[in-house]
T-cell receptor
Framework: EDQVTQSPEALRLQEGESSSLNCSYTVSGLRGLFWYRQDPGKGPEFLFT???AGEEKEKERLKATLTKKESFLHITAPKPEDSATYLC???????????FGKGTSLLVTP | GAVVSQHPSWVICKSGTSVKIECRSL??????MFWYRQFPKQSLMLMATSNEGSKATYEQGVEKDKFLINHASLTLSTLTVTSAHPEDSSFYIC???????????FGPGTRLTVL
């Protein structure tokens, strides 16, 4: 069964304290691993797509990496405005619908 | 990046009435759109996949007669919640698939409250 699991559920960091969020997946024939950011009361905002093991993508303080079994979202020197829920998703073996993890709620305090 | 809009952003209605939510891809054509609902502090739950010019595919447990989906053009999909009840109150979010890729862009969501 296709599954996407994120950890931790919640993470509290002090401003400037770097950390990583984890997304493990069991999807046969991975066609992409997606990261989104969601602010309260808003739709998810697209961040990255990773397609193959070893691939890395960066955007400002965020860097996403992919292995054969998991993906990491590294946050370097986070700021309070990085506080949000980060969602990881992958399409199933058939179709285009995304299977979402439950998300990691990140809080960055000044 | 690709932009997806939703209208309305919020709606309050009486129990028993129907509500229509529009989802538009503003700067690209979307052959496939998706409808999700999200309860507080939970992740997105896929309701249905909407393909332009054909019937929507509903996920198990989603009543197709209650949640009517129409995808009449490459830039517009609509979700109609028929005979809404308080338990239908939720945050409804649409997404649109870009071209032949698997990347989906999401709308800002619609908060539905049924009194």
């Amino acid at each position: 069964e296709d599954q996407v699991t994120q950890s931790p559920e919640a993470l509290r960091l002090q401003e400037g304290e770097s950390s990583s969020l984890n997304c493990s997946y069991t999807v046969s024939g991975l066609r992409g691993l997606f990261w989104y950011r969601q602010d309260p009361g808003k739709g998810p905002e697209f961040l990255f797509t990773l397609y193959s093991a070893g691939e890395e993508k960066e955007k400002e303080r965020l860097k996403a990496t992919l292995t054969k079994k998991e993906s990491f979202l590294h946050i370097t020197a986070p700021k309070p405005e990085d506080s949000a829920t980060y969602l990881c998703a992958a399409p199933g073996a058939t179709g285009y619908a995304l299977n979402f993890g439950k998300g990691t709620s990140l809080l960055v305090t000044p | 990046g690709a932009v997806v809009s939703q209208h309305p952003s919020w709606v309050i209605c009486k129990s028993g009435t129907s509500v229509k939510i529009e989802c538009r891809s503003l700067d690209f054509q979307a052959t496939t759109m998706f409808w999700y609902r999200q309860f507080p502090k939970q992740s997105l739950m896929l309701m249905a996949t909407s393909n332009e010019g054909s019937k929507a595919t509903y996920e198990q447990g989603v009543e197709k007669d209650k949640f009517l989906i129409n995808h009449a053009s490459l830039t517009l999909s609509t979700l109609t919640v028929t005979s809404a009840h308080p338990e239908d109150s939720s945050f409804y979010i649409c997404s649109a698939r870009v071209g032949t890729t698997d990347t989906q862009y999401f709308g800002p969501g619609t908060r539905l409250t049924v009194l």
